[in-house]
Structure formats: structure tokens, C-alpha cells
């Protein structure tokens, strides 16, 4: 059964050093999420990826977070200068014209 | 704004039992609501979904139902395992066409032995 790969599984980095969290989304979807779950918390949305552009950002996707479908498979997500704040869990997602998602294990980013 | 919520942090079941868990949403536009199930260091895995012309829809082992009257919906899992045992978030489509979720808070399920 198909589904969606993240890598790494864990990033440990330095406060202020850029981040690239990749995803490879469900080869036939056309919808690509990233989420954040905090410790203990609930999932949270960040942004989604239609047609080669955003469709839509939270307002905690701001001028530090990027993503970007550089080829056909990949989707990634960069943080450019994290804070301690980042830490968390983040999910990928794909889906297609349906509305339901599939999710990946999640990366989980320690920013010390 | 959107929000959906769940009632209870934790639910404590005897293995066999049956569980219900509930979750309150606050828009009444919202047409489509999605369970999932996270296990430890998993992501979230898709259990269930119903859309809004509903009232209940039944898996395996899994019935949702679907109150709009007072914005509730709830999770049954008949004849709980032990392998039940993982966070359940409900979720429903967001405002607008990109199909973002809104998540509540996760209710953790603990199946006794």
C-alpha cells in the first residue's frame, strides 16, 4: 500500500541554523500539507501546495518557513533560522481531489 | 474562528468493552469530519470519515455519528484491544478549498488487559 515517507526521522540543530525537513508525498496525489505537533499538543496546520504553489499558510508559516516541490516526488519544508520554539513534531500530508489525507511518521526537530 | 474539541483528555476501557469518544465542534458550515488514530511516534492514521448529509457511518469495528443539531460528533470502537490504544483526533475541513484540517485536542484511549 502506498504511502508518505519523511526523512530524517529526527533533526537535532542549533538554534538559528536552517532546517530542510523532506517529504515524499503519494505518488498520484496532488494535494501536499505540512503540520506541526508540539509536544503533548494537537496537530496544527502550516501550510498547503496546489499546482506548484501555496494554496494557503497559517499564521505560523511565516518569512522563516519555505517549502518547495523541486522535482516530481519530493516535497520539502525549510526553516531558515530556528528557534527553540520549533521544536516540535512535523507531519507531511497528500492527498488527491478527495478530501482525505494521508499522513507520513513525521519528523521530529529538536532545536537545542 | 474554527475549532474543534474533544471532551475528555482520557479514556480508560477494559479490553473487549466498547469506547466512545466525543468531539464538539464550533462552525456549523463544517460538511466533512475525519478520526484519526496516532500511536506514539506515529503519525496520524486515517480510521474514519462522514460528511455532513450523514448521521452515521459504520467500519470495521468503528461507527462515527454525527449530531449537527449540537455540533457533536463521537468515535465507537466496538470490542476495544489492546491495539486500540493511541490518541484519536477528530478533524474537519477548514474554511476555504485547500483542504487544510482543523484538529482537536486528541483523546488518549488506554485499553486494560
Known amino acids: 500500500e502506498p504511502e508518505v515517507t519523511q526523512t530524517p526521522s529526527h533533526q537535532v540543530t542549533q538554534m538559528g541554523q536552517e532546517v530542510i525537513l523532506r517529504c515524499v508525498p503519494i505518488?498520484?496525489?496532488?494535494?501536499f500539507y505540512w503540520y506541526r505537533q508540539i509536544l503533548g499538543q494537537k496537530v496544527e496546520f502550516l501550510v498547503s501546495f496546489y499546482n506548484n504553489e501555496i494554496s494557503e499558510k497559517s499564521e505560523i508559516f511565516d518569512d522563516q518557513f519555505s517549502v518547495e516541490r523541486p522535482d516530481g516526488s519530493n516535497f520539502t519544508l525549510k526553516i531558515r533560522s530556528t528557534k527553540l520554539e520549533d521544536s516540535a513534531m512535523y507531519f507531511c500530508a497528500s492527498k488527491t481531489v478527495s478530501d482525505t489525507q494521508y499522513f507520513g511518521p513525521g519528523t521530529r526537530l529538536t532545536v537545542l | 474562528g474554527e475549532s474543534v474539541g474533544l471532551h475528555l483528555p482520557t479514556l480508560s476501557v477494559q479490553e473487549g468493552d466498547n469506547s466512545i469518544i466525543n468531539c464538539a465542534y464550533s462552525n456549523s458550515a463544517s460538511d466533512y469530519f475525519i478520526w484519526y488514530k496516532q500511536e506514539s511516534g506515529k503519525g496520524p492514521q486515517f480510521i474514519i470519515d462522514i460528511r455532513s448529509n450523514m448521521d452515521k457511518r459504520q467500519g470495521q469495528r468503528v461507527t462515527v455519528l454525527l449530531n449537527k443539531t449540537v455540533k457533536h460528533l463521537s468515535l465507537q470502537i466496538a470490542a476495544t484491544q489492546p491495539g486500540d490504544s493511541a490518541v484519536y483526533f477528530c478533524?474537519?475541513?477548514?474554511?476555504?478549498?485547500?483542504?487544510?484540517?482543523?484538529f482537536g485536542q486528541g483523546t488518549t484511549l488506554q485499553v486494560k488487559p
Open positions: 478533524a474537519e475541513i477548514g474554511s476555504g478549498n485547500t483542504g487544510k484540517l482543523i
Open positions: 505518488s498520484n496525489h496532488l494535494y
